[in-house]
């Protein structure tokens, strides 16, 4: 076995591909968590088929001892289970990388390599003997290869019998079978090979503090810190475990242990329009109200959208986008819904957009969003995506402050509508383009009648073009006032002349790729867009640098069409660096984006922008 | 005559009340509808029903879709907050605001086009989750702002103004809502108050889904020769069933109809629901049979009308009591039985290492 290759300790990315259905998520998870616990940097991505059973299906663990969380873009370890997908396994593994297979029957086409060194396990053969049962011994495999990795890259072999004995704490039979699978492999691995490999593992001490979450988990979190009591929703994929969540941390948190009364509302809708109907009618009665969805979901959401910004109703949607277009690919990534989402519905309409990089920030976005939402009385969409939603991120522990209570926004109680000669709901008694609202029950005099026909300041059916027009530049003018409320875009470093600009889950290739450019020589300013108004200091940005590059993860450039649409940015000075696969941007795609820009064309910018 | 303001001058010596108040606080706007509109009718008898039961305005919740029939939100309670929805989805408005705060009443007024054509996914599902609201259709087989195409309620053989006839058979709301096991299910006449009126009481202050499909003939596009959901055609072929009183928990009973076979039905407050049968072999409490004698009526061109089923025990739950709700509404429980807090939110994670 080749050992010449140098040593790469902490710092690699291994790829697992496998048939789904077959139950290799677990031994993933393991995988991953037994690399967490031993204080290593990890992310997995989890690239799926639409379906039940059979496709094939990969899963992509990134170890980075620099704490990278992106693609890096290139694969140093698979793990080729898949006859299917052999021959691009192979042909996508880096040289000088290392590919495991199950040996059991001769498999030319993985050997067909030289720069690569093949590590042949017979994985099936060994469980055939050791376990009865067709389901048993398909799914021993995946641990059995979970037990070949612990050996090759030097694996905390206890760290991971004491997992499977926390997964499978009441189902002693499956420890048993678990733990037997696992020893299998690494015995197997430890006699053939010389081990560990020169990519392993070697504990550390950086993810303490951390916890391994997906966003969907996060955002329901944050609804339920958000103190959000009606959930209305639609089963879509990558959105639906966002809703599994909140409704699993509300059975365990909000159940009335004695009289099992439950301090929430679950309703599981007919279909999309039906499940944004809910949440605005709930909204408006005042609870703090929420769907998620996806694309296809914001496309039916689209009228009702409309009716909430022109009434004024408070909503929060997550879209946990995918990649479209139409049904698309469900369960590939992307940020294809950027221009749908801000400008949702017919006529002049324009919606609070947030948009959270990581599992973290869905957590403190959503809490926000509410906030928001009822301080604008407007809808607030949260755009999160596939990869931030259903893949496991590495985070800072989320943090709470026990201070913290619901800003309910301009909501007119019992005294102070017994003390109003009469109340006007669209009326902007405080300059801020944001008018107070009454809920019902409360009192008759704050009784209004919402509708999405015409109406005056006071809340009247209007068909008058002077009382139409007031609301209308009021709402303009709300606009204005959200921009101050939003989150701030993130801007790191100053004075460069050219910037990148990104949005949401392109975030961390990014801040790889600044390092790596910086390696090269081109030093460059990074600013994450968070929120929909853009603030000033967007604009800032913009005006300050020559070139930016907006890299962001679609074909059509929707971040670039935003910005040139909301600020006077020239058009010809906003590079697109588009990845719109549907496998989440890569560090290295940023990087060769960006050197290609400046090094193939050096008129484009300056020379004194590249360069230290 | 919409551009006249309506006065709010009360004489002393109209009725009032358990509450004090006059029939005038249960009123709204003045109604933009054509004059003679069906619908108007309606609106008069919701304002008779909702000062009967000595509702508290801003207690009740108005709530519709688009169409004729969901204007008239406006013109009924002016202290009760109102919703006009988009075309077709005032239920799942309905469910939310329900879902917020479940002590309110929830009055939802809707139309044929506006319930059995665009929005006939959303009730159904309402009918499902025995959302507790009061359900009205105004019910004139036309489209009225839209100038006269047929609705689904249209019956075979029912001309158009225009001259055209319909072959299509049309969804009827009454047949769709037994089949879906809603738990009270009346159908009436805008021109028969004294039969609307205990109808539209009952409803509110049933537990669950209430269904009146109320014929409301449209006098524009839908009253000539040749169409069955005219004032005369309907006059002609509405069929009481059964007669019902609504008798509140605190009063003694006064049926108004005369002497008959009487039947009570008591509601979860203590209210009651007097019945008089026409047809001495109709039982309102048996699902089976109330569709087949509405569907053996149909046939003959007949609309059965009275409170056609009901639930007798309200056995069903309602969406509050599937899901297990608090008592309290949702929008008025305090944050900190909402949040876990530091505490908590360390607890959660725990998992996540």
Known sequence: MATSAPRRINDFTLKIATVNGTGSASANTLLMKTIFRSGVPVTGKNFFPSNIQGLPTWYEIRVSHAGHLARSGSVELMVALNPETY???????????????????????????????????????????????????????????????????NLDLARMRELLGETYAKKPQLLESNVKALQLGFDYAREHFACPLPLAIEPMNRTAGHVMIDGNTAAALG????????????????????????????????VDAASGVKRFAFIQAEDELAAIGMVLGASWNGARAFTATSGPGISLMNEFLGLAYYAEVPAVL???????????????????????????????????????????????????????????????????D?????????????????????????????????????????????????????????????????????????GTYTEDAHDYQLVLDRLMKKWQTAKTYVPRALIEGAGREVGIVSVGSSDSAVREALGLLAAEGVSVDYMRVRAFPFGAEVERFLAEHALVFVVEQNRDAQLRSLLTLETPVAKAKLRSLLHYSGLPVSSRFIVEGVLAELRGRPSAVKPSAVGA | MTFIAKPKVTHPSLPQNALGLTRRAYEGALSTLCAGCGHDSITAAIVEACWRLSIEPQNLVKLSGIGCSSKTTAYFVSGAHGFNAVHGRMP????????????????????????????????????????????????????????GQFSASADVGTRAKKGETNLQPPIDPVLLALDLGATFVARGFSGDKRQLVPLIEAGLKHRGFALIDVLSPCVTFNDHEGSTKSYAYTREHYEPAVLADFVPSEAPITVDYGAGEAREVTLHDGSRIVLRKIDSGYDPTDRAAAAAAVQARMSSGEYLTGLIYVDPGEERPDFHQINGTPEEPLNALPYEQLSPGSAGLRKVLARYR
């Open chain 2, 92 to 147: 799942s408005i309905a469910m939310g605001a329900n879902a917020a705060n479940r002590r309110l009443s929830y009055i939802g007024v809707s139309g044929d086009g506006d319930t059995l054509s665009i929005g006939l996914g959303q009730f159904c599902h309402a009918v499902r989750r025995n959302l507790d609201m009061l359900y009205m259709i105004e019910n004139n087989g036309v489209y009225g702002l839209t100038k």
């Open chain 1, 318 to 384: 997550f879209d946990v986008q995918r990649v479209g277009p139409s049904t698309g690919m469900p369960t590939r990534t992307q940020q294809g819904d950027l221009m749908a989402c801000a400008y949702a519905s017919h006529g002049d309409t324009r919606h609070v957009c947030l948009y959270p990089a990581d599992p973290a920030e869905c957590f403190t976005m959503a809490v926000e969003a509410f906030d928001l939402a009822e301080r604008l009385q407007t809808p607030v969409m949260v755009l999160s």
């Open chain 1, 223 to 254: 609804c339920v810190f958000a103190g959000a009591t009606v959930a209305a929703w639609y089963p879509i994929t990558p959105s639906t475990s966002l809703m599994d969540a909140f409704k699993g941390f509300c059975e365990r948190l909000r």
């Open chain 1, 386 to 458: 596939l990869d931030i939603g259903m893949n496991d991120w590495m985070c800072p522990q989320f943090q709470w402050d026990d201070a913290y209570r619901p800003d309910r926004g301009k909501v007119l109680g019992r005294e102070q509508i017994e003390k109003l000669e009469k109340f006007h709901r669209y009326l902007d008694t405080d300059g801020d383009g944001i008018p107070w609202r009454t809920l019902p029950g409360v009192h008759p005099k704050g009784a209004y009648f919402t509708r999405g026909s015409g109406h005056t300041q006071f």
């Open chain 1, 87 to 153: 021959a691009r396994d192979v042909r996508e593994l880096a040289p000088g990388g290392y590919l495991v297979y199950d040996s059991t029957w001769p498999r030319p086409v993985l050997l067909s390599r030289s720069d690569i060194t093949a590590v042949g396990v017979p994985l099936a053969r060994m469980c055939n003997e050791n376990f009865t049962g067709v389901r048993t011994r398909i799914l021993m495999k995946n641990i059995c290869y979970a037990g070949v990795l612990a050996a090759l890259l």
